[in-house]
């Protein structure tokens, strides 16, 4: 379902008109496209501690982006791709001014689908003002992600460890986060090694995509075989035609499975034992809606979509864990949605189970880490455009639309990357965490 307001107000007629009566202007976002650039410029790097640490501007430079650590020298109007502050020195308010030292120049350096992202530590209960302190960068983030425009973002990094750092600002300052916008995230502990090449992360990994017949599950496993996997694209018997095309176009095989069937955990573990050398990444991704107010609720809509949506993913994980076919190092991504966090009405079945996975991604994350020092994580997706959301009435679709700090809908591939990330190699510090790939939704949480 394209989004014709976008085009039309990033055509020159449109734009003039938008900017005069005041309506939203949506950028075109910069997204992952092979052999271009990590980042269209360079970073501007600062510190909160003074000069920045020799070994966040390493980690930048490797990734091939040039770093400047001089603020003076983007006051002659020259533009970046980005801005980077290490907060993590921060411990008393009034340290919070280096803040906006460093940010009111920086933001208006950025130029197009610029990327923010601060830096900072999470409270950890030793003092009360530091942790005040701390938790403030979240306050400053989330409110400047909404104020920029044409694109721009700007995220948080909790770094508690900094095992996964380099793979995170890849990721951020990347195209590929195009639609991550004012979240903050906690990097833990973990074994996450760098990848032999960066283009290729999952090389040599098998992983299951469940419901990849369409929409978000077709498109991670498209990135997912982009980046390097083996990928097993499993979806219902009806959706067979649609499901062997996928497998077709990602060079993957294709395996007929009901997530909500009692068999299923049996069965998937049959597939893997007899045509794989075990799973190194699952992607729960099949997903339903029966939405009804709770007055009009039946109970066969209920029971459906906890059914799909959450006892499937809690099955086959028990049954995973407890058997020879999940690899060490290995990733589980579950599919959650904002509606998890803010709720929505007419969804109290779905919202049951978007929750219900949140939690069971962090009640899960001290098994996985168990298990060979895997991980599992959840992304929550906002308004994407695909048929899910393409059966709500027009009106509400096109304010759904607008009602992002990026003032547009994500699409299946902005999830698709997000879910790649967290499950490559380097993304072993990130474990039990939801990521919302949502824009910064206005709605809700
Ligand atoms: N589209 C959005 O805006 C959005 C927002 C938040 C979260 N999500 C979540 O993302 C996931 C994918 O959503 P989508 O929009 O691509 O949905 P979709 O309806 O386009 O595709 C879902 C796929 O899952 C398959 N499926 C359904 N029941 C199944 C079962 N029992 N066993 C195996 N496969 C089954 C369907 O056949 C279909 O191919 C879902 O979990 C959804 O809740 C979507």
Request: proline letters at 4%; one cysteine or more; aromatic letters at 4%.
């Given at each position: 379902?394209?989004d014709?307001?976008?085009?039309l107000?990033?055509?020159?007629?449109?734009?003039?008109?938008?900017?005069?009566?005041?309506?939203?202007?949506?950028?075109?976002?910069?997204?992952?496209?092979?052999?271009?650039?990590?980042?269209?410029?360079?970073?501007?790097?600062?510190?909160?501690?003074?000069?920045?640490?020799?070994?966040?501007?390493?980690?930048?430079?490797?990734?091939?982006?040039?770093?400047?650590?001089?603020?003076?020298?983007?006051?002659?109007?020259?533009?970046?791709?980005?801005?980077?502050?290490?907060?993590?020195?921060?411990?008393?308010?009034?340290?919070?001014?280096?803040?906006?030292?460093?940010?009111?120049?920086?933001?208006?350096?950025?130029?197009?689908?610029?990327?923010?992202?601060?830096?900072?530590?999470?409270?950890?209960?030793?003092?009360?003002?530091?942790?005040?302190?701390?938790?403030?960068?979240?306050?400053?983030?989330?409110?400047?992600?909404?104020?920029?425009?044409?694109?721009?973002?700007?995220?948080l990094?909790?770094?508690?460890?900094?095992?996964?750092?380099?793979?995170?600002?890849?990721f951020?300052?990347?195209?590929?986060?195009?639609?991550?916008?004012g979240?903050?995230?906690?990097?833990?502990?973990?074994t996450?090694?760098?990848?032999?090449?960066?283009?290729?992360p999952?090389?040599?990994?098998?992983?299951?995509?469940?419901?990849?017949?369409?929409?978000?599950?077709?498109?991670?496993?498209?990135?997912?075989?982009?980046?390097?996997?083996n990928?097993?694209?499993?979806?219902?018997?009806?959706?067979?035609?649609?499901?062997?095309?996928?497998?077709?176009?990602?060079?993957?095989?294709a395996?007929?499975?009901?997530?909500?069937?009692?068999?299923?955990?049996?069965?998937?573990?049959?597939?893997?034992?007899?045509?794989?050398?075990?799973?190194?990444?699952?992607?729960?991704?099949?997903?339903?809606?029966?939405?009804?107010?709770?007055?009009?609720?039946?109970?066969?809509?209920?029971?459906?979509?906890?059914?799909?949506?959450?006892?499937?993913?809690?099955?086959?994980n028990?049954?995973?864990?407890?058997?020879?076919?999940?690899?060490?190092?290995s990733?589980?991504?579950?599919?959650?949605?904002?509606?998890?966090?803010?709720?929505?009405?007419?969804?109290?079945?779905?919202?049951?189970?978007?929750?219900?996975?949140?939690?069971l991604?962090?009640?899960?994350?001290?098994?996985?880490?168990?298990?060979?020092?895997?991980?599992?994580?959840?992304?929550?997706?906002?308004?994407?455009?695909?048929?899910?959301?393409?059966?709500?009435?027009?009106?509400?679709?096109?304010?759904?639309?607008r009602?992002?700090?990026?003032?547009?809908?994500?699409?299946?591939?902005?999830?698709?990357?997000?879910?790649?990330?967290?499950?490559?190699?380097?993304?072993?510090?990130?474990?039990?965490?939801?990521?919302?790939?949502?824009?910064?939704?206005?709605?809700?949480?």
């Amino acid at each position: 379902m394209s989004d014709r307001y976008l085009s039309l107000v990033n055509s020159s007629v449109g734009s003039a008109v938008a900017s005069r009566v005041g309506l939203p202007q949506p950028s075109v976002l910069r997204r992952f496209r092979s052999g271009d650039p990590l980042l269209p410029g360079a970073v501007l790097l600062g510190s909160t501690a003074g000069r920045p640490a020799a070994a966040l501007k390493k980690l930048i430079t490797q990734a091939g982006v040039e770093v400047v650590d001089d603020i003076d020298k983007v006051f002659d109007g020259e533009k970046v791709a980005a801005v980077v502050l290490d907060a993590r020195s921060v411990a008393a308010p009034a340290d919070l001014a280096a803040l906006r030292a460093f940010l009111a120049p920086g933001v208006k350096a950025l130029g197009p689908s610029g990327r923010v992202i601060v830096l900072g530590l999470p409270a950890d209960g030793a003092d009360i003002a530091v942790d005040a302190t701390r938790q403030a960068l979240d306050g400053i983030v989330r409110s400047l992600a909404k104020e920029l425009r044409r694109g721009a973002t700007a995220n948080l990094l909790w770094v508690a460890d900094e095992a996964s750092l380099a793979s995170a600002l890849r990721f951020l300052l990347s195209g590929r986060s195009a639609y991550v916008d004012g979240q903050p995230l906690l990097l833990g502990p973990g074994t996450a090694p760098a990848p032999d090449d960066w283009d290729q992360p999952l090389a040599g990994k098998t992983a299951l995509v469940t419901g990849a017949a369409r929409g978000i599950g077709a498109a991670i496993a498209g990135v997912l075989a982009r980046d390097g996997a083996n990928v097993v694209v499993a979806d219902l018997t009806q959706a067979g035609e649609a499901l062997a095309k996928v497998a077709n176009q990602v060079g993957g095989t294709a395996l007929h499975l009901d997530v909500a069937a009692a068999d299923a955990p049996q069965r998937l573990l049959e597939h893997l034992h007899s045509h794989t050398d075990g799973l190194d990444i699952l992607v729960h991704n099949a997903g339903i809606t029966r939405d009804k107010l709770m007055a009009n609720m039946k109970p066969e809509q209920w029971d459906s979509v906890i059914a799909v949506n959450l006892q499937s993913q809690l099955s086959v994980n028990a049954a995973l864990l407890d058997s020879d076919q999940l690899n060490d190092g290995s990733r589980v991504v579950c599919l959650s949605s904002t509606t998890g966090f803010s709720g929505n009405r007419g969804q109290t079945n779905y919202g049951a189970t978007k929750a219900g996975v949140i939690g069971l991604v962090r009640s899960s994350a001290a098994s996985f880490a168990a298990h060979g020092a895997s991980t599992i994580n959840a992304v929550a997706p906002g308004f994407i455009d695909t048929e899910m959301t393409a059966k709500m009435p027009l009106a509400t679709r096109e304010v759904a639309r607008r009602l992002s700090s990026l003032q547009q809908a994500g699409l299946p591939v902005d999830v698709a990357e997000a879910v790649s990330w967290l499950s490559s190699p380097g993304a072993g510090g990130v474990n039990g965490q939801v990521l919302r790939v949502c824009g910064q939704n206005l709605v809700g949480a």
